[in-house]
Nanobody, 119 residues
Framework: QVQLVESGGGLVQAGGSLRLSCAAS????????MGWVRQAPGKEREFVAG????????SYADSVKGRFAISRDNAKNTVYLQMNSLKPEDSAVYYC????????????WGQGTQVTVSS
């Protein structure tokens, strides 16, 4: 069974940086898309970034493009989200998620890690 565990969240000042990690287990993930999704209080979940495990192809929400970068280490089965130039509106719980390439909905979710950006 696929399991995802996030880490790396915390408190940072506006303009600062954080790197989130997602340790993935339970599959080879060769046919998976891994993603980061965030949710702030009172708001809907928002797609942040995604990466196709096999090819490394990435996609980003317009709101984070140029500031965030998603990557993966195949040997470590770990996905990262490097977040730079953080803004208060980036504050949210960040979830690592996984889906197969043949589906549009993320099936597997981590527990989430809190990111708080102060002004």
């Amino acid at each position: 069974q696929v399991q995802l565990v996030e880490s790396g969240g915390g408190l940072v000042q506006a303009g600062g940086s954080l790197r989130l990690s997602c340790a993935a287990s339970g599959d080879t993930f060769s046919n998976y898309v891994m993603g980061w999704v965030r949710q702030a209080p009172g708001k809907e979940r928002e797609f942040v970034a995604g990466i196709r495990w096999s090819s490394g192809r990435t996609s980003y929400a317009d709101s984070v493009k140029g500031r965030f970068a998603i990557s993966r280490d195949n040997a470590k089965n770990t996905v990262y989200l490097q977040m730079n130039s953080l803004k208060p509106e980036d504050s949210a719980v960040y979830y690592c998620a996984a889906r197969t390439t043949g589906r549009s909905e993320y099936k597997n979710w981590g527990q989430g890690t809190q990111v708080t950006v102060s002004s």
